[in-house]
């Protein structure tokens, strides 16, 4: 495994995550682009497991995380997806917004997800922060080929008031509860 320079850090904008990393994904172009960001389910995971599940190349970072996540069948469909964890939620915040390229046109849209423990309605809401970013076909002419939505691109983060990820730790809680992990954040 080669060694990564002094400093370097994976920190994509959101133009090229989108025009870039999830354009190429969805065209099935440069498969050694899940060195940095791998394909991952976020939705069946809880969000304190994910950071190890990081690409390669943001496997060490403490802030953020970047994956690509299938589209469910339900979802294909025309459904809602699925956002229900082993011990919570996403739940969707605010209203999507445009991504723009440097140019001012619009490439994409951004949804932003809350992680709550527990059951809907009653979570606790968490720390974990996840950006949704989705493709928007460009304009039509002859020589464009239609981009099947297969999946999304994620930014999984903590909110800027908790930067240290050792202090969030998956726990146990008591057997008799439950046996299994919750986030706490």
């Known amino acids: 495994m080669e060694e990564l320079p002094p400093g370097y850090r994976f920190y994509p904008t959101e133009e ?3 025009s870039f990393y999830l354009r190429n994904q969805l065209g099935g172009r440069r498969q050694d682009m ?20 990081a690409g390669r190349l943001c496997c060490g970072d403490t802030e953020q995380w970047f994956f690509f996540v299938p589209r469910q069948e339900r979802e294909a469909r025309g459904g809602r997806p699925n956002r229900t964890t082993a011990s919570g939620y996403w739940k969707a ?21 809350v992680f709550y423990n527990g059951k809907a309605p009653t979570g606790r809401k968490t720390k ?17 080929i239609a981009i099947p939505q297969v999946c999304v ?14 202090k969030l730790p998956c726990i146990r809680s008591p057997p008799a509860r439950d046996g299994g992990k919750v986030c706490r954040a």
């Open 16 to 18: 090229e995550l989108v």
């Open 34 to 53: 899940h060195r940095a960001v791998p394909v991952v389910d976020v939705y069946g995971i809880d969000p304190c497991q994910l950071p190890r599940l």
């Open 128 to 144: 974990w922060k996840m950006n949704e970013y989705r493709a928007i076909q460009e304009e039509a002419n002859p020589s464009n």
């Open 153 to 166: 691109a994620a930014r999984v983060h903590l909110m800027p008031s908790v930067r240290d990820i050792g």
């Open 93 to 113: 915040t605010g209203s999507p917004a445009y991504v723009y390229s440097s140019d001012n046109r619009v490439i994409g849209v951004k949804k932003t997800m």
